[in-house]
């Protein structure tokens, strides 16, 4: 049996983050997603704080070393 959970039902987001929250960026893509791949290793491991939030859990990142800012999807961020 399948159960209808209202919004007061949800369970909060634990792994959510926060504007201002320093990350940093994981390839969590195989070889064969090439644009997401090779976007992805260009920023590997590096560091950034959230300035924005974007719809579909996605963020915008800005990077101190290179001032600029770049777009991530959640799972392509850790807490850093």
């Known amino acids: 049996m399948v159960q209808q ?5 949800a369970v909060p987001v ?3 983050f926060a504007i201002g929250d320093l990350v940093e960026v994981v390839v969590n893509v195989e070889e064969k997603e090439v644009e997401d791949y090779y ?4 920023y590997e491991g590096s560091k950034g704080r ?3 939030f974007l719809p579909k859990r996605q963020y915008e990142v800005l990077f101190a070393k290179s001032n600029q800012i770049r777009i991530f999807r959640h799972g392509e961020l850790r807490r850093g």
Do not use: G, M, N
Not at 5 to 9: A, C, E, K, R, S
């Open 14 to 16: 634990k792994e959510a």
């Open 5 to 9: 959970l209202t919004i007061f039902d």
């Open 39 to 42: 976007y992805l290793k260009l």
């Open 50 to 52: 959230i300035v924005k």
